[in-house]
């Protein structure tokens, strides 16, 4: 389970917060979608829960463990999934990248044998997986970048806009996969401006507007108010 609690975030020169008294939490085996307009405040909060960012106020938890008491669980049990594709190296092949950042983690010889052949085939990567980044089409990076989060085989994973990109086979390969990362007990979070993704993989809806939270609803509890206009909260 994760619990944020009031968290604030601002930038300097900014006059808005980024981000406002932000607090839900997420149990085992629990999708999130995190929805918003372009600059709501998503990839912050994603930002924040990677640890690449500290918020002003307020803090996060993993099984009751504050990130500020150990970053290093939080770390060893999170797996992220970038938006863009800028974190993968280059002049690296898509299976160096995965190795390495599974090396970097902590994964041993025989559980990154075990794992690397189910995602090579999830993410269909075998047919460019000893070609160099450089030469990949965005959802090329993409599905590699997807490859690398799960690679640790993390509790909890974040995935910022984790459809973009991609083709509608991959795309397909990713819902596939979440689904089948709850079913496994995983803590999931992920952003979207995807509404199948988001009513196929999510259980709750939480929509941030202007850097708060204007909606927190079970996927069931929103079909039920709205349908699947994911609009009705990005309102003033
Ligand atoms: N490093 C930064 N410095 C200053 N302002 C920033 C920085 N990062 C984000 N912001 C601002 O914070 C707000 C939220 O941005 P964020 O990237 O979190 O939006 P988002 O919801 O992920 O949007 P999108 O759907 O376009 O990805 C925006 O107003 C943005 O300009
Ligand atoms: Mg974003």
Same mark, same amino acid.
């Given at each position: 389970m994760i619990t944020l609690s009031e968290i604030y975030k601002s930038f300097p020169? +900014?006059?808005?917060?980024?981000?406002?008294?932000?607090?839900?939490?997420?149990?085992?085996?629990?999708?999130?979608?995190?929805v918003g307009e372009n600059g709501a405040g998503k990839t912050t909060l994603i930002r924040i829960l990677s640890l690449i960012l500290k918020p002003d106020k307020g803090f996060f938890s993993f099984d009751n463990i504050k990130f500020s008491d150990n970053p290093d669980y939080i770390k060893n049990k999170t797996g992220t999934l970038f938006s863009g594709d800028g974190s993968?190296?280059?002049?690296?092949?898509?299976?160096?990248?995965?190795?390495?950042? &599974? /090396?970097?983690?902590?994964?041993?010889?025989?559980?990154?044998?075990?794992?690397?052949?189910?995602?090579?085939?999830?993410?269909?990567?075998?047919?460019?997986?000893?070609?160099r980044v450089s030469t990949f089409s965005r959802g090329m990076k993409q599905r590699t970048a997807i490859a690398r989060a799960l690679i640790t085989n993390p509790d909890f994973l974040i995935l910022d806009e984790p459809s973009t990109g991609l083709d509608i086979i991959?795309?397909?390969?990713?819902? =596939?996969?979440?689904? =089948?990362?709850? /079913?496994?007990?995983?803590?999931?979070?992920f952003s979207s401006h995807n509404t199948?993704?988001?009513?196929?993989? &999510?259980?709750?809806?939480?929509?941030?507007?202007?850097?708060?939270?204007?909606?927190?609803?079970?996927?069931?509890?929103?079909?039920?108010?709205?349908? /699947?206009?994911?609009?009705?909260?990005? +309102?003033?």
């Open positions: 020169g +900014k006059k808005e917060m980024a981000l406002s008294d932000i607090s839900f939490s997420i149990g085992k085996g629990e999708a999130i979608a995190l993968l190296y280059d002049r690296l092949t898509a299976e160096e990248n995965i190795k390495y950042y &599974a /090396q970097l983690n902590g994964v041993g010889k025989n559980d990154y044998r075990k794992r690397i052949g189910p995602l090579i085939e999830d993410m269909s990567l075998s047919a460019f997986i000893n070609d991959s795309g397909n390969s990713v819902k =596939r996969i979440i689904n =089948r990362l709850k /079913q496994d007990g995983k803590t999931i979070l199948d993704e988001i009513f196929t993989c &999510a259980d709750r809806i939480t929509v941030i507007h202007k850097g708060k939270i204007n909606c927190d609803k079970t996927v069931e509890a929103y079909r039920t108010a709205h349908g /699947q206009d994911l609009t009705v909260y990005i +309102k003033e």
